[in-house]
C-alpha cells in the first residue's frame, strides 16, 4: 500500500474556497492570521495587509508580453478539436505555459530509475516488512515537520535542564545540539560538551533502520520540490547551464537527481556532495550506482565525490544547494558560517530549500537576511523575492505548493500529494546575463504572488509582494481587468510571477471597501468587493 500523508498546515488547492469562501476576507485575515491575533491580545499595533483590498484593474497594467501573448481569443471549440488539428497549441491554456512568469509544474513523478533502485535498495538491506516501514515513516514525518529552528538561547535551556536533571544519555539522539554547546565559553556547558564529545552538527541521529525511514518518507517530496526551484532557474535563465554541483547536507542525494532531471544528463560534470552521515552516504551511493556495471564505482553521472565535512579549498560551483539543512544546523551563529560559506562557493546561483513551516520560513528569511547585510553588492534575489527589502511577510509566512506522486513500495500511482516549501534563490551578480536574448530582458523586479489563490464571487484575490518591500491583497474584477490578465491572475498560484506594471499612482485610489455581511444594511458603500 502507498503511503499517504497530508502534513499539518498543509491545505489542499481543492479547499481552500471551500475553506475561506463562507467568509469576507476582513474577517478571515482576522480569524485564521494567528500572528496578528496574537499581537493584538498583547496590546500592540498590528498592522496586517490581509484587511485592505485594492481594486487590481486599476493597480496593474498587463504588461506587453502578456498583452500579446493573449492578443488573440482562443478556438470557440476547443474542446471539440480533432487529434490532427493544430488547434490545441493556439488555446490560452498552452500559451499561459509558454510564459516564462508562469511557474506552475504538473505532479512530479520520481525518474523511473531512482524509483526502481530505492525499492531495490529496501528489498536487499531492510529488515523490516513494507507495510511496518510506511507505519514509521510517518512518525519521523511529523517529527521533521515539527521542528524547531533553534537558537543559543534554546540550546542553554535546555543543556540546563538536562544538567539539572542527570540525564545526559538524552543527548545521544540530539547530536546537532551537542555541537552547539562548544561554542560557548560558559564552564558550565563546555563540562556537558567534553563528556559527551560528539562531533558531528546533525541535531538528528540518522542510523540504518532511521534512513530507511527518510527514504521512504522524503525521497519523492524532496526530488520534487528541488526540481521545482530548478525549474524556475531554467525556464527564467535558458542560457544558464551548470558546469559544477554543491550540494550542502546531500542526504539521499535527490539534488542530483534532480539537476540532472532539469537539465539534460551530461551538463554537470562535478557534483560535490556533502554528508555527515555514513548511513545516509551508502544509500546515496547505492541509488547513484549503474544496475548491471562490472565496476560497483561506476555511477550513472558523472563526477560524483562524496565528503563528510565541508571542505576547507576555495574551489567555487556554478549552482550552490542547501536543501533541508539549514534546521539541522543548531544555533544561529553556526548558520551564519555555513551561509557565509557557501555563498563564498557561488560563482552563479545559491539555493536554500526547507520545509514550509513556520520554523523553515524563519530559517530562509534568517539566510535572507544575512545575505542581504553581509554579502556585498553581488547580491541579487532571483526568487522568491522581487526587492531586496526587509521581508513583507516577516511575521507570517511566504510558501508555495509543490505536488508530487508519493514514493511507495509497489509501482502503483496514487492521487498527487502536496508540500509546502519556503525557498530561496539568490545570484551572484545580475541574473538577467543568462536570458536569452539579452537585448531584451526581463525587468529586475516584477511583483510575486505570495499567497494561496483565493476567491470572491468568482473573482481571484491574491497577496502580491511589490518591489517596495510590501504586500498587497489584491482583487482582480472580471469584468474591469483586461481578458490576458484575468485569464492569468485566475490560472496562477503562490509563487507564480505577475506580468504586469504597478500602476504609479496613489494606493488609496485603488481600494476596494470591503463591508462586513452584518453592516450591509446601516453602511452604504461606492464599491463593494
Not at 340 to 354: A, M, P, R
Not at 399 to 412: C, K, M, Q
Not at 469 to 477: D, I, M
Amino acid at each position: 500500500m502507498l503511503l499517504k500523508r497530508t502534513p499539518l498546515g498543509v491545505f489542499k488547492i481543492k479547499g481552500l474556497r471551500q475553506a475561506y469562501g463562507d467568509y469576507s476576507y476582513l474577517h478571515m485575515s482576522q480569524k485564521h492570521d494567528k500572528t496578528s491575533c496574537a499581537a493584538a491580545s498583547r496590546g500592540k499595533t498590528v498592522v496586517d495587509f490581509t484587511g485592505r483590498l485594492i481594486n487590481g484593474s486599476l493597480r496593474y497594467r498587463a504588461s506587453d508580453e502578456l498583452q500579446s501573448t493573449f492578443s488573440t481569443p482562443p478556438p470557440q471549440n476547443s474542446r471539440k478539436r480533432n487529434k490532427d488539428s493544430d488547434e490545441c497549441s493556439t488555446t490560452w491554456a498552452s500559451r499561459l505555459k509558454q510564459l516564462p512568469c508562469y511557474l506552475q509544474l504538473p505532479p512530479i513523478s520520481l525518474p523511473a530509475r531512482l524509483d526502481a533502485v530505492a525499492i531495490d535498495y529496501l528489498r536487499e538491506h531492510s529488515l523490516s516488512p513494507p507495510k511496518a516501514i510506511e507505519d514509521r515513516s510517518k512518525i519521523l514525518t511529523n517529527y521533521l515537520w515539527s521542528r524547531p529552528l533553534m537558537s543559543e538561547e534554546k540550546v542553554i535551556r535546555k543543556s540546563s535542564k538536562i544538567e539539572d536533571s542527570g540525564d545526559l544519555d538524552s543527548w545521544d539522539e540530539d547530536e546537532g545540539l551537542m555541537f552547539a554547546l562548544k561554542n560557548f565559553t560558559s564552564q558550565r556547558e563546555a563540562q556537558i560538551s567534553r563528556e559527551l564529545d560528539l562531533k558531528s552538527w546533525k541535531s538528528l541521529s540518522y542510523s540504518g533502520h532511521t534512513c530507511e525511514l527518510y527514504l521512504v518518507s522524503r525521497l519523492a517530496p524532496n526530488f520534487a520540490t528541488v526540481c521545482r526551484v530548478l525549474y524556475e532557474i531554467r525556464k527564467r535563465c535558458p542560457s544558464f547551464i551548470p558546469k559544477s554541483l554543491f550540494d550542502f547536507g546531500s542526504g539521499l542525494g535527490t539534488v542530483t537527481w534532480a539537476t540532472n532531471t532539469v537539465w539534460p544528463v551530461g551538463c554537470v560534470r562535478h557534483h560535490y556532495l556533502v554528508e555527515p552521515s555514513l548511513h545516509m552516504t551508502r544509500i546515496s551511493e547505492f541509488m547513484f550506482q549503474k544496475q548491471g556495471s562490472v565496476q560497483p564505482s561506476e555511477f550513472v553521472f558523472p563526477g560524483v565525490y562524496h565528503r563528510r565535512f565541508m571542505p576547507s579549498t576555495k574551489n567555487q560551483y556554478n549552482l550552490v544547494v542547501c536543501a533541508n539543512s539549514l534546521l539541522e544546523i543548531p544555533c544561529k551563529s553556526s548558520r551564519s558560517r555555513v551561509i557565509s560559506s557557501l555563498w563564498e562557493k557561488t560563482t552563479d546561483f545559491l539555493v536554500f530549500i526547507e520545509q514550509g513551516t513556520k520554523s523553515g520560513f524563519q530559517a530562509i528569511l534568517e539566510a535572507r537576511d544575512f545575505l542581504r547585510t553581509n554579502g556585498g553588492p553581488d547580491v541579487h534575489i532571483f526568487s522568491p523575492c522581487p526587492h531586496l527589502q526587509t521581508c513583507g511577510k516577516k511575521d507570517s509566512n511566504c510558501n508555495i505548493v509543490v505536488r508530487y506522486y508519493n514514493f511507495g513500495l509497489t509501482r502503483f500511482k496514487s492521487e498527487p500529494s502536496s508540500e509546502l516549501i519556503s525557498y530561496l534563490v539568490v545570484s551572484k551578480g545580475d541574473w538577467r546575463r543568462h536570458q536569452v536574448p539579452v537585448v531584451k530582458p526581463e525587468p529586475d523586479q516584477l511583483p510575486r504572488i505570495v499567497t494561496h489563490k483565493l476567491f470572491k464571487h468568482d473573482q481571484p484575490i491574491h497577496d502580491i509582494c511589490m518591489p517596495s518591500g510590501a504586500v498587497e491583497r489584491v482583487l482582480f474584477p472580471k469584468q474591469q481587468t483586461d481578458a490576458g490578465l484575468y485569464y492569468y491572475m485566475k490560472q496562477a498560484h503562490s509563487g507564480d510571477i505577475v506580468p504586469a506594471e504597478v500602476v504609479a499612482t496613489n494606493e488609496s485610489d485603488h481600494m476596494i471597501e470591503c463591508v462586513n455581511e452584518e453592516d450591509k444594511e446601516n453602511k452604504p458603500s461606492s464599491q463593494s468587493c
